[in-house]
Nanobody, 126 residues
Framework: QVQLVESGGGLVQAGGSLRLSCAAS????????MGWFRQAPGKEREFVAR????????YYVDSVKGRFTISRDNAKNTVYLQMNSLKPEDTAVYYC???????????????????WGQGTQVTVSS
């Protein structure tokens, strides 16, 4: 059984930065992919970023390209989302997720991910 626990959310002013962490426990295989999603009030859950546990290609939603960076530390079993130049529209609950297939064909779909964390709130004030 895999468990994911997010941390690092909070309140920040527009233009500020936050780094989210996702600590994974249980057996994670190198072929797995890790993703970040977010959900704002009244909106659907949205893909944010993705990375293979073994490294390699990363994927981002267009709205965060150049501002957010996903990375992983295999030794710590942790995935990070560095968020810079935050905007009020980035306000949402951010979720970490794991895809046990690693298949990237539909990486932006939440249904491709098998395991989810409980979420961490990010609020960006204007």
């Amino acid at each position: 059984q895999v468990q994911l626990v997010e941390s690092g959310g909070g309140l920040v002013q527009a233009g500020g930065s936050l780094r989210l962490s996702c600590a994974a426990s249980g057996r994670i295989y190198s072929r797995w992919a890790m993703g970040w999603f977010r959900q704002a009030p009244g909106k659907e859950r949205e893909f944010v970023a993705r990375i293979l546990w073994s490294g390699g290609n990363t994927y981002y939603v267009d709205s965060v390209k150049g501002r957010f960076t996903i990375s992983r530390d295999n030794a710590k079993n942790t995935v990070y989302l560095q968020m810079n130049s935050l905007k009020p529209e980035d306000t949402a609950v951010y979720y970490c997720a794991a895809d046990s297939t690693g298949y990237s064909g539909s990486y932006y779909r939440s249904s491709e991910y098998d395991y989810w964390g409980q979420g961490t709130q990010v609020t960006v004030s204007s």
